[in-house]
T-cell receptor, first 115, second 110 residues
Framework: NAGVMQNPRHLVRRRGQEARLRCSPMKGHSHVYWYRQLPEEGLKFMVYLQKENIIDESGMPKERFSAEFPKEGPSILRIQQVVRGDSAAYFC?????????????FGSGTQLSVL | GQNIDQPTEMTATEGAIVQINCTYQTSGFNGLFWYQQHAGEAPTFLSYNVLDGLEEKGRFSSFLSRSKGYSYLLLKELQMKDSASYLCAVDDTGRRALTFGSGTRLQVQP
């Protein structure tokens, strides 16, 4: 039973390029969360999605960032025109439902480096 | 809004006991989680508390006081592999996702 799968594990982009981060939730999980983690800091919530719906994007920057979770395929976090400040670890987590006490299962993250 | 505070770093000796504190202020409360994160790896679930009191699970225990907005994670018989960051996270009824503290980096020394 595979866990939450994220790819790529490491992604290097030059300023101005686009970054696409993929997340396949655990089997049977329909709730996906994206978090960003800067060095020596905690996880900062970005967006919460269910299949084909964005439920909460209150943590997403207003520009350049978007996320989707299509009916078929992985969830995608897209960062357009990347800047050095986007360099961080991006973690995806999933859960089967969104009820009280539902713990999150995390992927191993994508380390984005912007040159 | 949410405010979750943890010490930034702690150091302890192999075989000893260490307590990592977490205080929180949230608009609502559905429970508190502790996660462990080794450097460069995914956070992994350790414990969940929603009622006041102590939850024990092997070498790890977690305590919650809702009236004080306070929790701690207790690690006994420390091992070198326990060197990691420990993240406190609150399930706030006003939010759709867990809110994490900045984490406590624990260094276990021989």
């Amino acid at each position: 039973n595979a866990g939450v799968m994220q790819n790529p594990r490491h992604l290097v982009r030059r300023r101005g390029q686009e970054a696409r981060l993929r997340c396949s939730p655990m089997k049977g999980h329909s709730h996906v969360y994206w978090y960003r983690q800067l060095p020596e800091e905690g996880l900062k919530f970005m967006v919460y999605l269910q299949k084909e719906n964005i439920i909460d994007e209150s943590g997403m920057p207003k520009e350049r960032f978007s996320a989707e979770f299509p009916k078929e395929g992985p969830s995608i976090l897209r960062i357009q025109q990347v800047v050095r400040g986007d360099s961080a670890a991006y973690f995806c987590a999933s859960s089967p439902t969104r009820t009280t006490n539902e713990k999150l299962f995390f992927g191993s993250g994508t380390q984005l480096s912007v040159l | 809004g949410q405010n979750i505070d943890q010490p930034t770093e702690m150091t302890a000796t192999e075989g000893a006991i260490v307590q990592i504190n977490c205080t929180y202020q949230t608009s609502g409360f559905n429970g508190l989680f502790w996660y462990q994160q080794h450097a460069g790896e995914a956070p992994t679930f350790l414990s969940y508390n929603v009622l006041d009191g102590l939850e024990e699970k092997g070498r790890f225990s977690s305590f919650l006081s809702r009236s004080k907005g306070y929790s701690y994670l207790l690690l006994k018989e420390l091992q070198m592999k326990d060197s990691a960051s420990y993240l406190c996270a609150v399930d706030d009824t006003g939010r759709r996702a867990l809110t994490f503290g900045s984490g406590t980096r624990l260094q276990v020394q021989p």
